[in-house]
């Protein structure tokens, strides 16, 4: 547990009572901490106590009449960014205290309390402005996403579409596809939890917090588009590798059916001259083997014109 008085000398203890909501804090648990319910008094719900220890738990918002209580996913760094994951990160808010909840690996926002702890950044001035830097640190771990995403799916577009390098690791597009869809969905739902908090919350927001917050908003529309449009891509580029692997198909068929329309008719007259018959022309002739030689060879090279010619092969 970390907990950080804002705006007093020695900000970060553990000593200073909890549940003084008069002053600024942040207080910071990990999932296996022991969480102090008193700083919340007799008036938590014991779902939102089993909520918070859940780190599936999708995108969520609800208003009490002691504090409201937010559930944001947040990157899961254990996993590759062509799979990205999430986690959830709770967040319980009461008068000038900020109670978040998390993984005890997520360090999401462990860069947020040094920078406060070493006086790198300014200090929040109040709640919602706290608030804005928690969500806005979650939101832009997301943006990072942008350029190794788009960098490995133009790495398998080149792949897909060179024909010197077969491609067949068809599980990591399938993986990241699936990976992409539900980051899309938890964007989502997350849009509508900080709509809807903004909308029923009691705090109140002064001009300077509504713009950030709308850019708050602004960045996750785009992160819903990035993943929305990669997806949509991969489907693409899937779509384009089967059609030109059937097409290159298709290629081979006609050549191979070419071949066999020349050497036919080939077929034929071996196989007429080659019957026990002695009546047949040129039987005894002894240039009847040349004679039979430059037939097919005339037939075979008539054929190959004309197929050249109607661009069948």
Known sequence: MRVFHFQQPDSVSGNKPLDDY???????????????????????????????????????????????????????????????????????????????????????????????TSGVIKQPANIVSLIYVILNEIVDVFLN???????????????????????????????????????????????AVLADWRKNTRLEFNASQIIKFNDLNDHMSRIERLSEGLRSDLDSLTQIYFASTGQKTNINVQFLAAISAIFLPLNLIAGIFGMNFESLPFIKDPLSPFILIAMMIIVAVFLLFWFKKKKWY
């Open 145 to 191: 996403l942008r350029e190794p995403l788009i960098h490995h799916v133009s790495e398998w577009q080149r792949k897909l579409l060179d024909p010197n390098d077969p491609f067949d690791n068809w599980h990591i597009i399938m993986q990241a596809k699936s990976s992409l869809r539900a980051l899309n969905s938890n964007l989502e739902l997350q849009s």
């Open 22 to 116: 008069s002053q600024l804090k942040w207080v910071d648990y990990s999932r296996s901490d022991e969480l102090n319910i008193d700083i919340l008094g007799n008036s938590v719900h014991l779902q939102h106590l089993k909520d918070l220890q859940n780190s599936s738990h999708p995108p969520f918002y609800e208003q009490t009449e002691a504090y409201d209580m937010i559930i944001f996913r947040t990157m899961d760094e254990r996993f590759d960014v062509i799979e990205p994951r999430t986690r959830s990160t709770a967040l319980i808010i009461r008068d000038n205290t900020l109670i978040t909840v998390h993984d005890e690996n997520d360090t999401t926002l462990t860069t947020i309390f040094n920078n406060w």
